[in-house]
């Protein structure tokens, strides 16, 4: 539900695991008895891999866990987390939520609007950023509150915003 | 400095993730002198004896949690966390997980043995990539050490953990959910009865715990119910980890016995407002959960005084309201996560929590017509024990307290097409559509 409209978006045709994608798909599935348990560890490695989730890397998820790829694309589809297009290096996730709402979030949000010139799910130009609003991070006591990526960035303001973007080339 | 009488304790005992200072401080000898000797029932029994209830949120009692499971059942069974703590305000789980994983492998040990299980499952939150990666590293070394595996602590009981990454989806915190979620589906809630202790993960016997729960365990089989009824009330018993979030002085993590006044905890714990805010309302227990007016401030912490109250204990977030910010906008901000969050699978809550938000977003933004809050109400008073899961009513719930308690403000905006009380934020229109 949370996507809303999702397009698939063209990608490589077809990818294969590097070695050592392959391994982490091999232990994920064995941590479960029944290989369809398997399906968001492994869309997580592909993830990891390519960054977001190509139609190509949706197939080879299907394969591995032995799901009809429809399946799958429903899963990856449901979930915020999964990229279904290309996001930027780094990938700006701001919670919006209430108690960081209340510690100034909706301000903070605007700033980096201004700041990258793009909007919610707007990459710059040059594919350095994606900056995205997001619903509550569990950060609410340091809010407000981004992640870029899986790394938290706890009780920002303007000025901690503008040093966290010098760092992240 | 201790941060509190039970799970905080020692939890900024530098390395604590490490077994070897876990080990130090008392560590997996409750589950030592445990597994394979006391009988799983007199476990069952202890837990059940303490008082101890769900901290996730529905405040379930536990041992009888675990008494359900049948004592029959061929099938395998299975202990699941829930560490999806995805309830806004919350972030309790998140401390206990970064700074003492070993104490939640330790309370899974327990309750798997308890409930005849040999395989956990942590579900994790898709953020709590680090965490995953706290707790596998702690997994691993307990594998090592011969605590976790085919005989557990040389006890001859076989148990292993494996955690599991959910990737941004509010409703797997619903236990349902989150077994459908861990099964590879889409986290789309479940009928209840069958209840998982009976039909739960792959169709077998299951418990699903809150991270708070489980790392209460421990000390409880070790020191006796009594002991843990030192702290709370009857029907609360123990100690409870309260995040405080807003525009306190010092917000964060508190454990405090239940019964605590809430009062104290923001105005002497947490330091008050900050300078130049007055309390206007809390949410007492995650957002999902109905406000209360500062008049009620000093509403003791516990099940039943909340209860009484018209609200919930919850899951123990605690988010301060100043006088500054507007009730409609706030709600608009709940709703809002709540139609983000809707799992679509029923129409009250798909349909509802949408509704809800478009007569919030016009209430605010100065579009309200004549009938709009009455119309709000009726949605909610629709969506409110009519949808599948409680994700419905938790959307339904914090409407129903905000028009019980503001409805002047609702009117304000409706009348006058604007604030009543000053806004010092800037709201973001559309947000998250």
Known sequence: MSHGTVMPVEGPETLAWSEKARADVAEALARYPVPRSAVMPVLWIAQREWGWLPPAALRLVAESVGLPESEVFGIATFYTMFNLKPVGRHHLQVCMTLSCSLMGSDRLFRHLERKLGVGHGGTTPDGRFTLRKVECLAACGMAPCLQVGFDYHENLDEAKVDALLEELK | ?433
């Not at chain 2, 949690?65 to 061929?74: E, I, L």
């Open chain 2, 1 to 433: 400095m201790s941060r509190g009488p039970l799970l905080f304790k020692d939890i900024d005992t530098p390395n604590l993730t490490a077994l070897e200072v876990y080990r130090r401080g008392g560590g997996y000898e409750t589950a030592a002198a445990t597994v394979g000797k006391t009988p799983a029932e007199q476990v069952i029994e202890v837990v059940k004896a303490s008082g101890l209830r769900g901290r996730g949120g529905a405040g379930f009692p536990t041992g009888l949690k675990w008494g359900f499971v049948p004592k029959a059942s061929p099938k395998p069974r299975y202990i699941v966390c829930n560490a999806d703590e995805s309830e806004p305000g919350t972030f309790k789980d998140r401390e206990l997980m970064e700074k003492n994983p070993h104490l939640l492998l330790e309370g899974m040990l327990l309750a798997g043995y308890a409930i005849g299980s040999h395989v956990g499952y942590v579900y994790l939150r898709g953020e709590f990539e680090y965490i995953q990666r706290i707790l596998d590293r702690a997994i691993a070394e307990a594998r090592s050490a011969g605590i976790l595996g085919t005989s557990s602590l040389g006890s001859g009981y076989a148990f292993e953990i494996h955690t599991h990454l959910g990737a941004g989806a509010y409703i797997c915190g619903e236990e349902t959910a989150l077994l459908s979620s861990l099964e590879g589906f889409r986290g789309q809630p479940r009928l209840k009865p069958p209840f998982p202790a009976v039909e739960g993960l792959y169709a077998c016997p299951t418990v699903v715990n809150n991270t708070e729960t489980l790392m209460a365990v421990p000390p409880i089989v070790k020191h006796g119910a009594a002991w843990y009824r030192q702290w709370g009330t009857e029907q609360s018993a123990g100690t409870k980890i309260f995040s405080v979030s807003g525009p306190v002085r010092k917000p964060g993590n508190y454990e405090v016995p239940l019964g605590y006044s809430m009062k104290k905890l923001i105005e002497d714990d947490c330091g008050g407002m900050v300078t130049g805010l007055q309390l206007k309302a809390v949410i007492p227990g995650g957002s999902s959960v109905p406000l209360l007016p500062a008049a009620d401030l000093d509403t003791p912490l516990d099940y039943e005084s909340m209860n009484a109250k018209g609200t919930f204990l919850g899951s123990g977030g605690v988010i301060v309201i100043d006088d500054q910010t507007c009730i409609v906008d706030a709600l608009w901000n709940i709703t809002r996560f709540y139609e983000h969050e809707s799992c679509g699978k029923c129409t009250p809550c798909r349909e509802g929590t949408y509704w809800m938000s478009e007569v919030l977003e016009r209430l605010e933004h100065g579009g309200g017509k004549p009938g709009d809050i009455d119309l709000l109400a009726d949605v909610a008073d629709n969506i409110l024990g009519k949808s599948f899961c409680a994700l419905g009513d938790a959307a339904a719930m914090p409407v129903q307290g905000a028009l019980k308690h503001f409805r002047e403000e609702f009117e304000f905006h409706a009348q006058r097409k604007t604030c009543l009380v000053n806004r010092r934020r800037e709201s973001v229109a559309g947000a998250n559509r």
